[in-house]
T-cell receptor, first 112, second 111 residues
């Protein structure tokens, strides 16, 4: 029972590079989310999706894009990486109308 | 803007002590409040609270919500070194089960 799987676990990017953080869940959850966590801070919502083909911005969407072509997958795209995007990124999913979020193990991203 | 504030920011206690962690919130369209424990990696779910005055318990941990005063507390009795972690409070608002998190309380339990 894998739950929520994120790849990669670690990545170093140079300023201006792009990358995609992968997230997949095997619990057939409708809702999926991307959060970022900066040192000493709580998690902030970047984007979320309530189902395949439907995405919406969270609190801190600038510099990111998402897509949701299937129920299982919710990739996060960083275009033109900036040092301010250095953070730990968590993908999460919830069942329909349940706030209990299941989190992936996180991706630690450093932009230099 | 929705806001969740946790206190204290950090806490060091001796094994066996009892601790109380606080969470206050100011949000529109409150639906529920959740507590998570974060050790090295992903947050793991502890409690979900929706009704005032009803205590949720799991072993040595318990939590209660006051919707009139807009706060919740998480109690840990007889602390153990394995309780060392960041404890996150989150409030569910609006639709789509979106969560607004506090900054967390870092708890360290020493021998």
């Amino acid at each position: 029972n894998a739950g929520v799987t994120q790849t990669p676990k670690f990545r170093i990017l140079k300023i201006g590079q792009s990358m995609t953080l992968q997230c997949t869940q095997d619990m057939n959850h409708n809702y999926m989310y991307w959060y970022r966590q900066d040192p000493g801070m709580g998690l902030k919502l970047i984007y979320y999706s309530v189902g395949a083909g439907i995405t919406d911005k969270g609190e801190v969407p600038n510099g990111y894009n998402v897509s949701r072509s299937t129920t299982e997958d919710f990739p996060l795209r960083l275009e033109l990486a900036a040092p301010s995007q250095t953070s730990v990124y968590f993908c999460a999913s919830t069942a329909y109308r349940s706030p209990e979020a299941f989190f992936g193990q996180g991706t630690r991203l450093t932009v230099v | 803007e929705d806001k969740v504030v946790q206190s204290p920011l950090s806490l060091v206690v001796h094994e066996g002590d009892t601790v109380t962690l606080n969470c206050s919130y100011e949000v529109t369209n409150f639906r529920s409040l959740l507590w998570y424990k974060q050790e090295k990696k992903a947050p793991t779910f502890l409690f979900m609270l929706t009704s005032s005055g009803i205590e949720k318990k799991s072993g040595r941990l318990s939590s209660i919500l006051d919707k009139k005063e807009l706060f919740s507390i998480l109690n840990i009795t007889a602390t153990q070194t394995g309780d060392s972690a960041i404890y996150l409070c989150a409030v569910e608002t609006g639709t789509a089960s979106k969560l607004t998190f506090g900054t967390g309380t870092r708890l360290q339990v020493t021998l």
